[in-house]
């Protein structure tokens, strides 16, 4: 996989669609489709799409439009399964990581775990 690119900092809020605005829009597009094909089928669509995605991260150039593009459809079915089950994300993303890490309740993390070394 190509080098990894500097971590965002603190993006304009005027850029930021929002994660339950942006749950909201692909509730309204895709939610009639999605629960007739029904959570295994949806399930099935995120896999597919996160197959698509590793495929683009494994170019030799990162930040293509194909890698954006794969990123926004995986988010996009995660939210739509999301929505499937009743599910609002920015609920679950506040109670899980407002605090930082969930372990160490710090940002950056300190846990050891995720040092790579068990991988």
Known sequence: MTTEA?????PEPTDDLGLR???QII????F???SARGLEGSFMWLVEEVGEL???LNSPT??????RQEFADVLAWIASIASIRGIDLADCVREK?????????KSPCICT???GEEL
Do not use: I
């Open 54 to 56: 590793a495929r683009a």
């Open 21 to 23: 605005e942006f749950q």
């Open 6 to 10: 500097e971590p965002l900092k603190n």
């Open 62 to 67: 990162s930040n293509t439009t194909e890698e």
């Open 32 to 34: 009639e489709k999605d």
């Open 27 to 30: 509730e309204a597009t895709y």
């Open 113 to 115: 775990h995720r040092s």
């Open 97 to 105: 990581y407002s605090k930082g890490c969930p372990r160490c309740q």
